[in-house]
């Protein structure tokens, strides 16, 4: 009994009980991030209070390789913490590295498995049925060529990255396609949505050539070059929003970046998109994501400066609206969605859902925050 009793004090010391749960996370890396990764934790014990369950960033280095069903797994394990919440986040161990969200899990069970490629994300239950296949989709820039050279090619870098459509001059379009009465060349742009590269457009020499587009590979890009200047423009037809973010930080640089649940989404990863431009709207200026592509899906936001500081925007939010945030180093003073349907821009679109600069005659689609209205001119 006092042997008993002297390791229940010993246990109740460093924060166990005698009959502490194991909790163990199997992960299949089918990544491209070597053999240099480890698993970070962070959630609320029953306190409610923060804790980093595998202790600080980057996290912990797998115990043990283990195969189940000839899937190779790393496995990490967690001592205790039995009915906490655990948000488990697989990294390649750097601290501008790559990471992808597991899941948010409350530590109940013995044993959750994953297999991960890096953005994609499966999970089960019986490990003699492992789920390792990813449907990763097609995708591709699509450039509305206004150049007029022979013709044209994407190079693509960004920094330790392999060169995404080859050496330069890069890739040459492989097919055209119409979209809402635009025709547009496209040439593939394979990738997790983890890597942003930094996109040269030119006529296969260093004289004609434009740039100054990055954009995060393995997600569609719409863009209009010309001999002199390239942009992002949005999808023909479809409808986009702002999001603004009054910067009361002081840093040097803004990003955005989203994600729902366990993936990435709309910015592709971390740190997300730089925010460059600037609009005044009702007296404020805001540093402004443009053309952002409308979606029902909730976004969870988190503004940065890319150089270990940032802030998380409290609650999730559906880009069906133009956003407005303020953003200050200690965090986000007023994280309200809202339109400003009295000083939200003007837009115009003709019938085929093609934005315009300005209509001459004819009927016009116009779009003004939320509100569409059809016009003749």
């Not at 001999?227 to 999808?235: F, G, H, N």
């Amino acid at each position: 009994m006092k042997k008993n009793l002297l390791l229940t004090l010993a246990l109740g010391a460093m924060g166990l009980t005698a009959n502490a749960a194991t909790h163990n996370i199997y992960v299949a890396n089918l990544t491209d991030w070597g053999n240099d990764v480890t698993l970070y934790s962070w959630g609320s014990d029953a306190a409610g209070k923060n804790v980093e369950i595998l202790g600080g960033w980057p996290g912990a280095a797998a115990t043990a390789q283990e195969t189940i069903s000839n899937v190779k797994y790393d496995k990490f394990v967690i001592e205790g913490h039995d009915g906490e919440t655990a948000n488990l986040i697989f990294n390649n161990n750097a601290d501008e590295g790559q990471q992808v969200n597991l899941a948010t899990v409350t530590l109940t069970e013995a044993n959750y498995y994953f297999a991960t490629n890096g953005i994609l994300v499966n999970s089960y239950d019986d490990p003699a049925n492992p789920d390792v296949d990813f449907d990763m989709p097609e995708t591709f820039v699509y450039v509305l060529d206004k150049t007029g050279w022979s013709g044209l090619y994407v190079y693509g870098w960004a920094t330790g990255e392999a060169e995404v459509f080859g050496g330069w001059p890069g890739a040459a379009p492989t097919e055209e396609v119409t979209i809402a009465g635009e025709t547009f060349k496209k040439v593939p742009f394979p990738g997790t949505g983890e890597i942003t590269y930094n996109l040269i457009f030119n006529n296969n020499n260093d004289d004609e050539k434009v740039e100054g587009i990055s954009a995060p590979s393995g997600k569609d890009v719409y863009v209009e070059v010309t001999a002199t200047e390239c942009k992002v423009i949005p999808k023909p037809g479809v409808t986009t929003y702002n999001i603004y973010i009054e910067d009361k930080t002081g840093w040097d640089k803004l990003y955005l970046y989203a994600y729902v649940g366990a993936q990435p989404s709309i910015f592709g990863g971390w740190p997300g998109v730089e925010l460059t431009e600037k609009e005044t709207v009702d007296g404020v200026e805001y540093k402004v994501v443009k053309d952002v592509e409308a979606t029902d899906v909730e976004q969870t936001f988190i503004i940065n400066n890319n150089d270990g500081d940032q802030v998380d925007v409290p609650g999730a939010y559906a880009v069906d609206k133009n956003l407005f945030f303020t953003a200050t180093t200690n965090g986000v003073e007023s994280g309200v969605s809202m339109v400003m349907e009295d000083n939200a821009p003007v837009e115009y679109f003709n019938l085929q859902g093609v934005r315009i600069a300005e209509p001459s005659n004819g009927i016009y689609i116009l779009r003004k925050g939320s509100k569409v209205s059809k016009i003749v001119k």
